[in-house]
């Protein structure tokens, strides 16, 4: 695909953070944006992961990224304001926020799931897209086409027994995707939408299905097309759409 090519640089100037850069998707994302321009701010929780990302991407000579840790499952609405406030400082702008970061918590009927991991889930995969988003507004209005770009699933459209918060949160991304995106589609350049990765060979994909033969799954850089279209200018004018980046081809 000619779009993915480096020398092409659709990202150009442009500042993107993702969320759960350190691994998995997040990581083959930042990458991705970094070969095609972005300045990308890596965030996580692991320090040490989200430094060797950082290397990969300078010995491959793309643009400096930036490194801020923040732990989702404890993050404060005072330690969201503060990150908005760096940003500002810093770079003043902001033209992509992928949020990527998630756990997938118990794999447990309903009737069973404890009542400790359905907060950690919803707190990571629901409440802390939804702070972040809402800490950073100012800052990707100050861009002149910005794109969020939230993380659903295959279970977030359709329950399935022993997902338990983990569907339940994705739900709600689908959701709140939606809200932001009908909220500012008449009144900001901000456009809203959620990918929905399809199985992909991760750690997390590992942990859900043991079993299966990890080789059946595509790597996350084989799934990067809709990664990119979505932060590139080229998919300006869609918003509050819900597509499948397994497959998709321009
Ligand atoms: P991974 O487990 O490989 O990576 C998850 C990322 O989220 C890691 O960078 C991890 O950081 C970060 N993260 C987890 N918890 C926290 C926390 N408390 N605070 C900050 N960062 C945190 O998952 P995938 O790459 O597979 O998944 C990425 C997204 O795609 C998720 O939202 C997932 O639900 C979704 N998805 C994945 C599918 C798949 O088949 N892989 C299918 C459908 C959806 P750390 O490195 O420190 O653990």
Request: proline share 5%.
């Amino acid at each position: 695909m000619s779009s993915l090519k480096s020398d092409n640089k659709p990202l150009q100037n442009r500042t993107i953070l993702v969320t759960g850069a350190s691994d998995g998707i997040g990581r083959a994302a930042a990458k991705c944006y970094a070969a095609n321009g972005a300045t990308v701010i890596l965030m996580g929780r692991s320090e040490d992961k989200l430094d060797s990302v950082y290397d990969e991407i300078t010995h491959d000579k793309g643009p400096t990224p930036a490194i801020i840790t923040l732990d989702f499952n404890t993050a404060t609405p005072e330690e969201y304001s503060e990150l908005a406030n760096t940003l500002d400082q810093e770079f003043g702008v902001l033209d992509g926020l992928l949020l990527n970061a998630g756990i997938l918590g118990e794999r447990k009927p309903l009737a069973q799931y404890s009542a400790t991991a359905w907060q950690q889930v919803i707190q990571v995969n629901l409440t802390a897209p939804f702070l972040m988003t809402k800490a950073l507004l100012p800052l990707l209005e100050q861009a002149d086409n910005a794109s969020v770009v939230f993380t659903s699933s295959g279970v977030g459209r359709k329950g399935k027994a022993y997902w338990g918060a983990y569907s339940a949160s994705k739900f709600g991304i689908e959701g709140i995707a939606q809200i932001w995106a009908d909220e500012l589609a008449n009144i900001s350049n901000v456009r809203v939408n959620t990918i929905n990765p399809g199985a992909t060979r991760t750690n997390m994909r590992a942990s859900a299905y043991p079993a299966e033969n990890p080789e059946q799954n595509p790597k996350p850089e084989d799934i990067m097309a809709l990664y990119l279209h979505l932060m590139s200018d080229a998919s300006m004018g869609i918003n509050g759409q819900s597509l499948d980046a397994n497959g998709f081809k321009l």
